[in-house]
């Protein structure tokens, strides 16, 4: 797999070094020549100087052949555009990090489904530890080559769960509607248009699942 960021921050380096060493290729577009010479010795990755909002940069990327950008400046309104200018050139996957989470409706609007809001996150997670509450991670219940996939159900995807004829090794477990508003998922639930489908699967389900949903 062929995986684009940019942006060369804490959380850029994090995940090549797990994306590497799963030995998957890497690409860092980074605008700042002094932060790609300070890690050019420390990460086996390709790097692109220049901004990443810029068509020209995104193309040199290659969208064709990258199966996920992702958008990790420091810089929301950057990120957003460059999402933006990456699904007109065609990238498949896009991941676009926001810090302020005013910023989400909008990129849902947008059509960013696939949006990450790490201080909210980090913030609600918090405020559940001060209250005492028992949080379990996803990462300790996800064991083995268990993995979770979620899509955006289309039209022709607002079907019951039980239709949707998932592999052996798929289940849905819940929705997402309207947002935020849960629902616990059994064969006869129906899925709406819209609705963020969560399946539990294992790893070797997953490629399949890709293919099928995107």
Request: with cysteine.
């Amino acid at each position: 797999m062929r995986v684009v960021f940019i942006g060369c921050g804490t959380l850029t380096l994090l995940t090549s070094r797990m994306l590497l060493a799963r030995h998957h290729e890497v690409v860092i577009i980074e605008r700042d020549t002094a932060v790609i010479e300070q890690v050019r010795d420390e990460l086996d990755v390709g790097f692109i100087q220049g901004e990443g909002t810029r068509p020209a940069i995104l193309r040199e990327a290659d969208p064709e052949a990258t199966e996920l950008l992702f958008c990790l400046t420091h810089d929301d309104q950057a990120n957003i555009i460059a999402s933006l200018v990456a699904r007109a050139l065609g990238y498949r996957r896009v991941v676009t990090k926001i810090e302020d989470p005013e910023l989400e409706h909008i990129c849902a609007e947008l059509g960013l489904a696939g949006s990450l809001v790490p201080m909210h996150t980090v913030g609600r997670y918090l405020a559940d530890l001060a209250e005492g509450q028992d949080i379990i991670a996803l990462s300790d219940i996800l064991r083995g080559d268990t993995r979770v996939f979620s899509f955006r159900a289309k039209d022709d995807e607002a079907v019951t769960v039980e239709a949707l004829d998932l592999p052996d090794d798929a289940r849905v477990i819940c929705l997402y509607r309207n947002g935020d508003t849960l629902a616990f998922a059994d064969p006869d639930t129906r899925i709406r248009a819209g609705d963020e489908v969560v399946v539990l699967t294992r790893a070797r389900v997953m490629k399949a699942l890709r293919e099928r949903f995107g």
